[in-house]
């Protein structure tokens, strides 16, 4: 059924046989026409503009209200009751006016355009919000791409500074979230990690190139400087009031510690670790497994594995790597995709 000027929905109950009308009033509010039919009619098929309600005593309870409140349709009833509390508990159930009887067709007339004027009124300004709020939500989401998309790039900087082509923070980064993901860590926390990831090594911007690049094992006093790169990064990004910097702080400073409080830089045992720290962990050393290195060439997936599940309970936290394990397939699928340049992208699939 179209809609037309305005859809009035009149409910007079007449000796308990509820019967509907349905009244057209045209621009000029006049031309009254009604059609009766049972209170079944399939109200989702009408564009309802505002209910007529006439109520008695036993029907002050009558619900009107499932019309305002879920459909925000104005109600307005006519009654012959005109006790205060009979129209207080008119506005309760929601309706918008209360008009008591004997009626004066005027003024009934001039009420019901007075509602459909502000309900349209409502409605317009309803539309405007949702679409206010749309083109925030847009300009908001463009203004994080290309936040992250500067993060992303000064990340892939310090990146090929250790002669990775850059892949390694998508694969880790969507390792990570893949993780998180299984470990039901929910979808707003596998985005900012997805998104805090790449900046796990920032510090190594910091790092010396005769040291980050050597080909062969670093001795004690390299070594020493080469941990200094979970510190670096930590400074880099602390005092941020953006949460994924935030987020990407802690892992900078964590994901080196290890289950059995042996790694660096603060020596953190178990659950003292930050989550993201132990899952980051994880990813980050399958890949660096996995891919080539200065001082080594990429080990194959089944020992790359077994590595990460002897690192259980002494490396890794037991249930990230549980939770790694349970989804070998999807993190196989991240490595095959993201190889070299082929892809460069920080998006939950």
């Given at each position: 059924?179209?809609?037309?000027?305005?859809?009035?929905?009149?409910?007079?109950?007449?000796?308990?046989?509820?019967?509907?009308?349905?009244?057209?009033?045209?621009?000029?509010?006049?031309n009254?026409?009604?059609?009766?039919?049972?209170?079944?009619i399939n109200?989702?098929?009408?564009?309802?503009?505002?209910v007529?309600?006439?109520?008695?005593?036993?029907?002050?309870?009558?619900?009107?209200?499932?019309?305002?409140?879920?459909?925000?349709?104005?109600?307005?009833?006519?009654?012959?009751?005109?006790?205060?509390?009979?129209?207080t508990?008119?506005?309760?159930?929601?309706?918008?006016?209360?008009?008591?009887?004997?009626?004066?067709?005027?003024?009934?007339?001039?009420?019901?355009?007075?509602?459909?004027?502000?309900?349209?009124?409502?409605?317009?300004?309803?539309?405007?919000v949702?679409?206010?709020?749309?083109?925030?939500?847009?300009?908001?989401?463009?203004?994080?791409?290309?936040?992250?998309?500067?993060?992303?790039?000064?990340?892939?900087?310090?990146?090929?500074r250790?002669?990775?082509?850059?892949?390694?923070?998508?694969?880790?980064?969507?390792?990570?979230?893949?993780?998180?993901?299984?470990?039901?860590?929910?979808?707003?926390?596998?985005?900012?990690?997805?998104?805090?990831?790449?900046?796990?090594?920032?510090?190594?911007?910091?790092?010396?190139?005769?040291?980050?690049?050597?080909p062969?094992?670093?001795?004690?006093?390299?070594?020493?400087?080469?941990?200094?790169?979970?510190?670096?990064?930590?400074?880099?990004?602390?005092?941020?009031?953006?949460?994924?910097?935030?987020?990407?702080?802690?892992?900078?400073?964590?994901?080196?510690?290890?289950?059995?409080?042996?790694?660096?830089?603060?020596?953190?045992?178990?659950?003292?670790?930050?989550?993201v720290?132990?899952?980051?962990?994880?990813?980050?050393?399958?890949?660096?497994l996995?891919?080539?290195?200065?001082?080594?060439?990429?080990?194959?997936?089944?020992?790359s594995?077994?590595?990460?599940?002897?690192?259980?309970?002494?490396?890794?936290?037991?249930?990230?790597?549980?939770?790694?394990?349970?989804?070998?397939?999807?993190?196989?699928?991240?490595?095959?995709?993201?190889?070299?340049?082929?892809e460069?992208?920080?998006?939950?699939?």
């Amino acid at each position: 059924m179209d809609k037309m000027d305005n859809l009035i929905f009149e409910i007079f109950p007449w000796n308990r046989n509820f019967e509907c009308g349905i009244a057209h009033i045209d621009n000029q509010h006049q031309n009254l026409v009604k059609i009766l039919n049972k209170l079944a009619i399939n109200l989702a098929n009408l564009s309802i503009d505002l209910v007529l309600n006439e109520i008695f005593d036993e029907l002050i309870n009558y619900t009107g209200y499932h019309f305002s409140t879920e459909e925000k349709i104005p109600i307005i009833f006519i009654t012959a009751l005109t006790e205060v509390a009979d129209e207080t508990r008119g506005f309760e159930v929601g309706g918008v006016d209360y008009i008591t009887k004997p009626v004066s067709k005027p003024i009934v007339q001039a009420r019901v355009k007075t509602h459909l004027a502000l309900h349209k009124q409502n409605q317009i300004l309803e539309e405007t919000v949702e679409k206010r709020t749309a083109e925030l939500k847009h300009a908001l989401d463009k203004m994080e791409s290309y936040s992250l998309d500067s993060i992303i790039r000064l990340c892939r900087a310090s990146e090929y500074r250790d002669e990775d082509t850059g892949a390694h923070i998508y694969r880790m980064s969507h390792y990570s979230a893949a993780i998180a993901r299984q470990m039901s860590l929910g979808e707003t926390v596998t985005k900012w990690i997805l998104y805090a990831a790449p900046m796990h090594d920032i510090g190594k911007i910091g790092i010396p190139d005769r040291i980050l690049l050597k080909p062969g094992k670093l001795n004690d006093e390299e070594w020493q400087i080469m941990k200094q790169h979970s510190i670096f990064g930590g400074k880099i990004l602390e005092n941020s009031k953006a949460g994924y910097l935030k987020l990407g702080q802690i892992i900078a400073l964590t994901h080196h510690e290890k289950w059995d409080g042996s790694g660096y830089p603060n020596g953190l045992k178990g659950k003292k670790i930050p989550m993201v720290g132990q899952i980051v962990a994880v990813a980050d050393v399958f890949d660096a497994l996995t891919s080539k290195r200065p001082y080594k060439e990429p080990f194959s997936i089944e020992k790359s594995l077994d590595i990460i599940k002897e690192g259980s309970g002494n490396h890794f936290n037991p249930e990230v790597v549980q939770a790694f394990i349970a989804i070998k397939q999807e993190i196989l699928n991240i490595k095959e995709k993201f190889q070299d340049k082929n892809e460069n992208s920080l998006t939950l699939s």
